[in-house]
């Protein structure tokens, strides 16, 4: 294992100045050495192949191409227990500092009035919420969470680059890098005195615990995510589920009379706390910026109100600002009596005159940033092309409050492993607090993100890089996995079915319903397959194959007119299955719905899932055009399809996801079957027992009706096998008596009129049966059944429309009225 | 030497003196064969030998298996398949179809005479200590009526072709033949991995053997019984022969029920439900007549149901196949099976049995010593190719042993001419090769008789080996029988 | 037409393949979960709950000796001749659907005979590092795969209900001694300041119970071990729950008895009644207060017998003139 | 000078809204040149939730909340108001402008408040040509007053008063380009510039009286809401108002209703619904001076 020598330029983490390894690195080292020789560079493609599988970006809809999303380096970054308890010290420190600031500023502006702090920096600064300032006052703005970017000075020390007030993102990455790590390489933690990350919600569910407004025993808790767009969204999900709470959109929530409900399947759900992950100035487009209407209107007035508590406040993205940095040693003193223990790194606001001379004369060699934007990059003066510099220096000139200027900084470097080698590369650490408004708690890990050369520092997490785990070593005689922290009292279970958003149970269903619409199109397909496959030579099964031909076609599978001769139907199979085709493009919905109804599924089941489909997806898209790369392709979807239903079968918690996800899986099978037969009893009756036969493949029926009836195929027991009885798990009638039981449930028996509608359609299968039954002459009855199937089939249909209807029909679009009109100063009165 | 997968898998065939089922002309199959090694070919070695291995695959996935026990443990094989199909053309089949039914008629016949009248015996045309003394005699059957006088339910004819391509009975199987269940599923592995073999050859399906045999035992159930029950007797899951017990259960469509599933009481025979009590109107059993019933025959059998044989003879429920029928398909009695079809029926075999020396009769015997280096030496009573001399290629010694044994008792051996088995071009390590071949289509008989088109093809899978069994290196092929021109 | 009724023998083959189907995932999730979640210097603690979950402390003292994870591991995955171990349980799994053969669909033996194979090759080098957790995936997605292929075509006719009975009395047995022997690792330590590292071990519970994130939905904060005891015990929709367990063996003998007029089921009936009661009539908290393990120890006795008369009125013991015969 | 006050909104809706939240700010505020004897506010059909309150400038706020399946929404504001803003101090007594924009920036105790109102919004975003055109009346040390008063007369002179001419997001570059627009415009544009010279202003928005004082003209912007600039003339003279659309000095013709940084901050009747499909906006204004309580505000 070779160590390449650290740059000069910054320190280096593992090794001091001289070479020598720093002690707290030697547990790591130890660990990696267990791998054995080579072991690291072994384990590291799978360690990217995991994240890729795994990670945030295999969420994104599509799917992510290699190298698109996070990785993770496999040499973790040690810290060593007195140092993290330092860090973790300076950072309470900043994070109680912000919240003292926020209280001055959304309440008497002391400091603006006594000039601590120039006006700029909050007048002029976009994260400061007029609406969250109301002169007579309110709650004091709490922070919840807090986040700050470090990097290690020439001297050693850390020196805090950049301070996320607004939320942390990026807590999903540090718990993603441990879990996949300690999964590809158990080893490696495997007995490492290291401080686990587990604690961590459980301390912050008790956070939320100590959050929630007074008097409020059972709070209502989301947390708001701007959508599955958002790169975040990953990490939204992730915190949704481990803290117990909703994830909802802005459209998910809505305000009646002065407080914040979810719209649920049940009606209406109060929320007491919202987790926000939107920036403060998009929550309400009633009050600010009523050009998104991301947000939720009447949010704030219901905030203010105290009907609802936001975490962080709305206002407190502006303490962002890099501005602030340099004044923050003297406000700590001014708000806290306290020296301020972690420096910034040396920034100054060109709106003080001499910063700005200092700036001016001489430019190279200085950075340049917004200075009330930290998500903002930082830009080098010199590295600028002539042109856009006058621009820079000139509107620096015009507006010196708009920009601060910081000398440049070399992160200290930390190995990492590449091409097999460990090689020195930079880093930024990201730790993250979190806090219930007065005490302060740091979660023992973070994010070490490899700065790569090309990049200048960015203020927000890029979509993609190279991190590392960060292990804060366990203190030599405390316990790794005690932590400080006081009980509260336990807070009661509380049920939460039946608390499903509308969203959610509208893509539930219609996961079921695409999962089995894949089935039903992949059954037919293969029957139709293997008649290609042995070729027809029987007039029987020449009507067989042309039964399933109408049947795919109505079924939108395949295009019946090219699909008339062999190769002309085997081009059609292949087609439908390509990525573009019917089915291809059911398989892309499913995993957008897949990956939009995360939340709902546990890790375990989104990776069952996730697996199969994608090993579907890619036999689909094989570029193979025979028989045998259909056959394979049509396995795959099969397979995907069992193991949905297996989940759903065993592993799925009864609750609203499931009684959807069932739902929608019955009524499409209800439909497709209905549909198939209406179409194999089409011709005359003496086709029939062709049509009969095939019926009973469709329905893996043909070994229980041997089981049950003699050899001789009758209309009569055939059809009452495969539609009207009930323990035939794929007769309409078995999905009649599903759905009526899942609607009785949804309904919660009170509204019973969808489940008595499951009940009519049942009734109306018994009805074509004995319709059949009673006829002197079975096979014509049966050929006449097509218009009764039909009927039924649109029946279905309908029952699914009102299902819709009644539980997910989305409210009309919202829009803002009153402030792009304004019509009332432009109407043409002279 | 091995052949490349490139060159054309037919160039180095050589079937030699034998007939040959895919390369002898035969004007009658209308192109067929020529047809079927052009795909071959097109395929080439290398996709023959893909394609056979994930059809193995696909054996062992269903578990479409036999098992062999060792002391250890049980291992399941599966029959070694090739998937070179033997072709049998519409008129050949015309005349096997008629032969085999010409067969099992005269074997009910004399089953039936035999049991009652014995008037074959009488007159001398077959000899009584034969029958009579026959281990596979039993009194319990004298004089019991079977319905339709069919004793032989299921039968497989064994039957081999010459140099010349006349097709011969070899054996007659009437007690529990079995094979059947690779017949069909043989045929589901060939649509699977070969679909473009069979591709417009219009060929006499096998799937519907199950319902055949249903109907077939719902005819011989005990009359006056409205729904009769079908049941068939497995000896269990560790019976080598499981999987095609289970197959056929299926394919019928009835129970699958082992012995401790059924009880005698009353002299009716029912089986465990989890309801309780339920009668049971047919068997088909697949338990040799000596485990049927501990109570009648081997009392130490763990298999079979006490009272069952009570039960039969109370006529309250059917058994295929009947008790008793081991002494029709007796080695020694199949000598005789020329003469028994021409004693009941009138008329002439219409498949010629092989040559055969009866060395009890004292011409055999004679003709035997005289000739034993060129023929086989069989000995009556015994199946599975224990015990056979075949005279080519036996030593010095092992020919003195054989001559000791006829001399010593020589009614229990007959003698055969070496048949040259015709042969099939068959898929090995080294490319395609000759390899010999048997037949054994199977006849299913309630009130009247049917033949499964084609049977169950053996391949002797060993170069020069005329050994079929499975138990012995055999292995099967599929068996395509084309259909009649439209007319 | 009425079709015969079901073979006593099939009605055992259905409820012991369900029964050891259920065990192959149990033992696959509790290897996970061990290996996901062992606390740093404390493996050998968490690899030998396994052990005791499973009652194999004699079993695995005589065959293996000292507790490592290797060993462990090795005990349950790579071991055929162990009688519990996974390899074990698909072969009794697969010997019962031979069994079933005539009565389950071609799809569903082609699966549980793929998936045997499948297991019955599993490699020293399968249980090494990152490998086994990928070994308890693939075992994990070939029983959801058995479950939905079950879901799919077996008929919901005597067979499915005997099926159903095996797999909810396996899972309410799992659940009651992983209850049990986790309460009791975790709870004789309880001082205050351990709290969190406990509730994180709760988290590892209810991982390995598959409720994890079920229970996070359900339990809006924090949380304290009668919660988790209630909601393994008592939820009433998680599916491994012991009182959904019980609720829907009820409802499967009910069936069985009213729609097939099995009166057998009457003992088993009354059985599992009594336990749904025991567990419904009391909160958690009155549960602990009064003895987990001794609750836990009647509720596993409790289901003993249920199997048992189950057994003695359908399978193996059944004996129909038995009464009639005595003196 | 006493008014009446009367105004009017009214929304029609195609289809029926689901759900209404509405910020109203139509209550003239309490300063000290103007009196607010009485307001009321009707609204139809009435609120099922509604709270009072005051925005970050001191504006008069009004949220509601209305039913669910209105197919209209009327408001009528009405108020009796008297004002008289004292006259502005001395235009050559102000301080030099330069004087007045160091201070702002300064912030500190007596300008903090003031500095708000330096910074670019979103209605009125910096421009070089609008500086510039500003800047033309802002020699070096001219005192500010006499420096906004001219630009203000320039505005009224240079510019046509054409409604229609612009939308609400129409930049000032543009309105100095086209030289026409409302009220509206010309205060964002003179925002833009005099904020480009370092100098607080804000957006304030109420009404003129609507019929024209005997021998006088009608003043633009009656019969509707108004706008106009507040600007900043240091700590010691404080606020003054010009309206730069009638190149008047606010005093008794104009009710104040709101200020704010531009337009966003203030407008008078804002909402966001769901539903409702197209609408039909509505809107009248009446300010006739009341002769003592001749006639009742409100209606009642």
Same mark, same amino acid.
């Given at each position: ?30 660990? *990696?050495? #267990? ?63 912000? @919240? ?40 004091? &703005? ?23 007030? =607004? ?28 401080? &686990? ?75 007491? #706390? ?16 009523? $050009? ?103 509107? *620096? ?12 900084? =070399? ?6 492993? $590449? ?8 880093? *930024? ?25 090309? $990049? ?156 199969? #489909? ?27 399809? *069992? ?46 027992? @062709? ?93 006449? #059944? ?42 043409? =009165?002279? | ?487 | ?327 | ?300």
């Amino acid at each position: 294992m070779s160590v390449a020598l650290a740059d000069k330029s910054g320190v280096d983490e593992m090794v001091d100045g001289a070479g020598r390894l720093r002690p707290h690195w030697r547990a790591v080292l130890d660990r *990696i050495a #267990l791998l054995g020789e080579g072991g690291l560079a072994e384990r590291a493609p799978r360690l990217d192949r995991a994240f890729e599988d795994e990670g945030m970006a295999a969420v994104l809809p599509g799917g992510a191409a290699a190298g698109q999303s996070w990785r993770c380096d496999p040499v973790p970054l040690p810290l060593a227990a007195a140092e993290f308890a330092a860090l973790e010290a300076g950072l309470a420190q900043r994070a109680r500092l912000h @919240t003292a600031l926020l209280a001055d500023l959304y309440g008497p502006q002391a400091l603006l009035a006594e000039g601590a702090l120039p006006p700029a920096l909050v007048y002029a600064n976009p994260g400061f919420l007029r609406s969250c300032h109301p002169p007579q006052g309110a709650a004091a &703005p709490i922070l919840h969470v807090y986040a700050a970017d470090l990097v290690r000075g020439a001297d050693g020390a850390w020196q805090v680059l950049a301070e996320r007030t =607004a939320g942390a993102s990026g807590i999903g990455l540090v718990l993603e890098n441990r879990r996949i790590l300690g999964r590809v390489m158990p080893e490696l933690l495997r007995g490492a005195m290291i401080r &686990p990350l587990r604690p961590v919600f459980d301390y912050w569910q008790d956070c939320l615990a100590r959050l929630t407004p007074e008097g409020r025993p059972n709070p209502g808790i989301a947390l708001l995510t701007p959508g599955t767009s958002d790169p975040m969204w990953f990490e939204h999900m992730l915190l949704a589920r481990e803290l117990g709470c909703f994830l909802v959109e802005g459209g998910d929530l809505t305000v009646r009379d002065g407080a914040v409900y979810l719209k649920t399947l049940n009606g209406l759900e109060p929320i007491d #706390l919202l987790l926000r992950r939107v920036a403060g100035r998009h929550l309400d487009p009633l009050e600010e910026s009523p $050009e998104r209407l991301s947000g939720v209107a009447g949010l704030l007035a219901a905030m203010r109100d105290g009907r609802l508590r936001v975490l962080n406040h709305p206002g407190s993205d502006m303490l962002e600002a890099p501005a602030f940095a340099p004044f923050l040693p003297a406000l700590c003193r001014r708000l806290l009596g306290e020296a301020l223990l972690l420096p910034p790194v040396p920034v100054r606001w060109l709106g003080e005159e001499d910063a700005r001379a200092e700036l001016l004369r001489a430019p190279e060699g200085w950075r340049v940033r917004p200075a009330l934007d930290g998500r903002a990059p930082i830009v080098a003066i010199e590295e600028l092309a002539p042109p856009k510099r006058t621009a820079l220096l000139a509107h *620096i000139a015009a507006k010196p409050w708009d920009h601060v200027s910081l000398p440049p900084f =070399a992160p200290s470097t930390a190995p990492c492993l $590449e091409a097999g080698a460990m090689m020195p590369k930079p880093i *930024i650490l990201r730790l993250f607090l979190i806090g219930d408004g007065s005490t302060w708690w740091a979660v023992p890990g973070g994010l070490a993100r490899v700065v790569d050369a090309a $990049e200048r520092y960015l203020g927000r997490l890029p979509p993609r890089g190279l991190a590392k785990d960060v292990w804060v070593l366990a203190d030599e005689g405390l316990d790794a996995s005690a932590s400080p922290v006081a009980a509260p009292a336990p807070m009661p279970i509380r049920r939460r079915v039946g608390e499903l958003p509308s969203r959610v149970a509208d893509n539930m269903y219609w996961l079921g319903r695409y999962v089995e619409r894949l089935e039903n199109g992949a059954r037919l397909a293969r029957a139709a397959a293997d008649r290609l496959a042995r070729g027809t030579s029987l007039p029987r099964e020449h009507v067989e194959l042309a039964t399933l031909v109408r049947t795919l076609a109505v079924s939108g599978m395949i295009d019946r007119e090219t699909s008339a001769s062999a190769p002309g139907l085997l081009a059609s199979l292949l087609g439908t299955v390509a990525p573009n085709g019917t089915i291809g493009t059911i398989l892309a919905e499913v995993g957008r719905v897949t990956d939009i109804s995360r939340d709902r599924l546990t890790g375990e089941m989104y990776a069952v899932f996730t697996q199969s #489909l994608r090993a579907a997806r890619d036999e689909a898209a094989k570029t193979g055009r025979n028989l045998d790369q259909l056959v394979h392709t049509l396995s795959a979807i099969g397979r995907f399809t *069992i193991i949905v239903a297996g989940v759903a079968a065993e592993n799925m918690v009864r609750g609203g996801s499931w009684l959807f996800l069932e739902l929608g899986r019955r009524l499409e099978r209800a439909a497709a079957v209905l549909l198939v037969a209406g179409e194999a009893l089409k011709g005359p009756p003496g086709q029939v027992e @062709t049509g009969l036969k095939l019926l009973l493949e469709f329905c893996d029926s043909t070994i229980t009706y041997r089981n049950r009836y003699l050899a001789q195929m009758q209309p009569a027991p055939v059809l009452d096998l495969v539609l009207a009885d009930e323990t035939n798990p794929r007769s309409p009638a078995f999905q009649f008596a599903a759905i009526r039981r899942l609607l009785t449930d949804v309904g919660g028996g009170v509204e019973t009129a969808l489940a008595d509608e499951a009940a009519a359609l049942l009734a109306r299968v018994a009805a074509l049966l004995s319709k059949v039954d009673s006829a002197p002459d079975q096979a014509s009855a049966a050929a006449s #059944l097509p218009p009764d199937l039909a009927a039924l089939t649109a029946e279905v249909a309908s029952l699914s429309d009102r299902l819709s209807r009644r539980y997910f029909t989305l409210l009309p679009a919202t829009r803002t009225i009153g402030v792009f009109e304004a019509e009332d100063l432009r109407r043409g =009165a002279v | 030497m091995v052949e490349s997968g490139r060159t054309n898998p037919f160039a180095a065939y050589d079937p030699g003196r034998f007939f040959c089922e895919l390369t002898a002309g035969r004007p009658d199959d209308r192109g067929a064969a020529a047809l079927l090694r052009e795909r071959i070919a097109a395929i080439g070695l290398d996709g023959l030998r893909a394609r056979a291995r994930a059809a193995e695959r696909d054996l062992i996935d269903l578990g479409i298996t036999f098992t062999v026990y060792s002391e250890a443990s049980a291992i399941d094989r599966i029959l070694p398949f090739d998937c070179i199909p033997r072709l049998i053309t519409a008129s050949e089949w015309t005349r096997i179809e008629a032969g085999v039914r010409q067969r099992v008629a005269a074997l009910n016949a004399f089953l039936h005479d035999v049991y009652h009248e014995r008037r074959i015996l009488k007159e001398g045309v077959v000899p009584a200590e034969l029958v009579l003394g026959n281990a596979n005699y039993r009194p319990e059957m004298e004089d019991f009526p079977v319905r339709f006088g069919t004793y032989v339910h299921i039968c497989g004819t064994d039957l081999v072709r010459d140099e010349k391509g006349e097709f011969r009975v070899l054996e007659d199987n009437a007690r529990t033949p079995s094979g059947v269940s690779y017949v069909v599923e043989n045929r589901h592995l060939m649509l699977r991995a070969f679909p473009d073999l069979m591709e417009g050859l219009r060929l006499r399906p096998v799937d519907d053997y199950g319902m055949r045999l249903r109907a077939a035992m719902v005819e011989i159930a005990p009359a006056g019984v409205d729904a009769p029950q079908v049941v068939l007797l497995s000896p269990g899951i560790y019976n080598s022969a499981y999987f095609e017990h289970v197959f056929l259960a299926r394919e019928m469509g009835v129970p699958l029920v082992e012995g401790a599933d059924l009880v005698v009481d009353n002299e009716r025979v029912f089986m465990r439900t989890t309801a309780g009590l339920w009668p049971v109107h047919t068997i088909y059993r697949r338990i040799g007549d000596d485990f049927l019933d501990p109570a009648v025959f081997r009392p130490e059998s763990l298999i079979g149901v006490p009272g069952l044989i009570d039960a039969w003879r109370r006529g309250n429920v059917a058994l295929a196949n009947a008790v008793g029928t081991g002494v029709a398909d007796d080695k020694a009695v199949y000598a005789y099976m020329p003469r028994i079809i021409r004693f009941y029926l009138g008329e002439d075999a219409i498949l010629p049995n092989v040559e055969t020396h009866i060395c009890r009769e004292t011409e055999g015997l004679a003709y035997t010593l005289a000739h034993l280096a060129d023929l086989v030496v069989k000995p009556v009573g015994e199946s599975g190719g224990y015990g056979i001399t075949i005279g080519p290629r036996a030593s010095a010694g092992e020919l003195a042993k054989a001559r000791a044994a006829l001399l010593a008792n020589p009614a229990n051996w007959i003698s055969q001419p070496v048949v040259s088995l015709s042969v099939g071009p068959t898929l090995t390590e080294e490319g395609l090769r000759p390899r010999h071949l048997d037949l054994r289509p199977f006849t299913v008989t309630g009130r009247e008789s049917w033949v499964l088109p084609g049977g169950l093809s053996r391949v002797a899978l060993k170069e020069g080996s005329l050994i079929v069994n499975s138990s012995q290196g055999g292995g099967s092929k599929d068996t395509w029988v084309l259909e009649e021109p439209a007319p | 037409m009425t079709a015969a009724p079901l073979l006593a023998r099939y009605a055992e083959g259905m409820f012991w393949m369900a029964r050891y189907v259920e065990r192959v995932e149990n033992l696959a999730r509790l290897i996970d979960v061990t290996q996901s979640f062992e606390s740093p210097g404390r493996e050998a603690e968490a690899w030998y709950a396994l052990v005791r979950i499973n009652a194999d402390e004699e079993n695995f003292a005589r065959r293996c000796g000292a507790v490592s994870p290797q060993a462990v591991t090795r005990f349950y995955l790579d071991d055929t001749t162990n009688p519990t171990s996974v390899p074990a349980a698909m072969e009794a799994a697969r010997t019962n659907a031979r069994t079933l053969r005539p009565l389950i669909s071609t799809e569903m033996w082609k699966q549980v005979n793929q998936f045997h194979r499948e297991v019955m090759e599993t490699a020293p080098d399968d249980l090494e590092g990152d490998a086994l957790s990928r070994l308890c995936a693939r075992l994990k997605e070939g029983i959801q795969a058995h479950t939905g292929i079950t879901e799919g075509t077996l008929f919901r006719d005597q067979g499915w209900h005997f099926y159903a009975l095996g797999r909810l009395v396996e899972r309410a047995d799992q659940t009651t001694r992983l209850l049990d022997i986790k309460y009791h690792l975790l709870v004789p330590r309880g001082r205050e300041e351990r709290r969190l590292a406990e509730l994180t071990q709760w988290g590892g519970l209810l991982r390995a119970a598959a409720g994890y994130h079920a229970f996070r939905r359900v339990a809006a904060a924090t949380f304290d071990a009668a919660d988790v005891v209630g909601f393994l015990l008592a939820d009433r929709s998680f599916p491994r729950s012991v009182l959904l367990s019980l609720h829907e063996i009820e409802h499967h003998l009910t069936t069985l008895r009213i729609r097939y007029g099995l009166h057998g089921t009457a003992d088993a009936l009354e059985r599992a009644w009594e336990t749904r009661a025991a567990i419904e009539g009391r909160s958690a908290e009155r549960i602990i207060a009064d003895g987990l393990h001794e609750f836990l120890d009647r509720v596993q006795r409790d289901l003993i017998v249920l199997a048992g008369s189950i057994g003695t009125a359908f399978f193996r013991d059944w004996r129909p003139f038995a009464e009639a015969d005595s003196p | 000078m006493r008014y009446l006050l009367r105004h009017l909104t009214a929304y029609d809706y195609a289809e029926p809204v689901d759900l209404g939240v509405h910020l109203l700010r139509l209550t003239p505020r309490t300063l000290p040149g103007q009196r607010v004897i009485r307001s009321a506010i009707r609204i139809e059909p009435g609120p099922t939730w509604a709270r009072e309150g005051h925005d970050h400038f001191g504006n008069n706020l009004l949220w509601l909340f209305l039913p669910a399946l209105q197919r209209h929404l009327r408001v009528t504001s009405e108020a009796e108001v008297e004002v008289a803003f004292p006259a502005p101090p001395e235009a050559t007594a102000t301080l030099a402008w330069e004087d007045v924009a160091a201070a702002a920036l300064q912030g500190g105790a007596a300008a903090w408040q003031a500095a708000e109102f330096l910074f670019d919004s979103p209605h009125a975003p910096a421009d070089a040509a609008v500086r510039a055109y500003a800047a033309e009346s802002f020699p070096p040390r001219r005192p500010v007053l006499a420096g906004l008063q001219e630009f203000a007369a320039r505005i009224r002179r240079d510019f046509a008063f054409r409604p229609g001419a612009t939308t609400i997001s129409t930049r000032p570059a543009t309105v100095l380009a086209q030289k026409a627009g409302v009220c509206q415009d010309f205060t964002h544009l003179m925002l833009a510039g005099v904020r480009g010279l370092g100098l607080p202003a804000r957006y304030v928005s109420g009404y003129i009286c609507t019929k024209p004082r005997p021998g006088q003209e009608r003043r633009r912007g009656a019969d509707q809401s108004h706008a106009w600039v507040g600007c900043w003339l240091g700590a010691e003279s404080g606020w003054v108002d010009l309206d730069p659309t009638n190149n008047l000095m606010v005093q008794d013709e104009h009710v104040v209703i709101a200020w704010g940084r531009d337009y966003g901050d203030i407008s008078p009747v804002r909402g966001v619904i769901t539903g409702g499909g197209g609408h039909t906006l509505s809107v009248s204004v009446d300010l006739d001076p009341s002769q003592g309580a001749r006639r009742r505000p409100g209606g009642r």
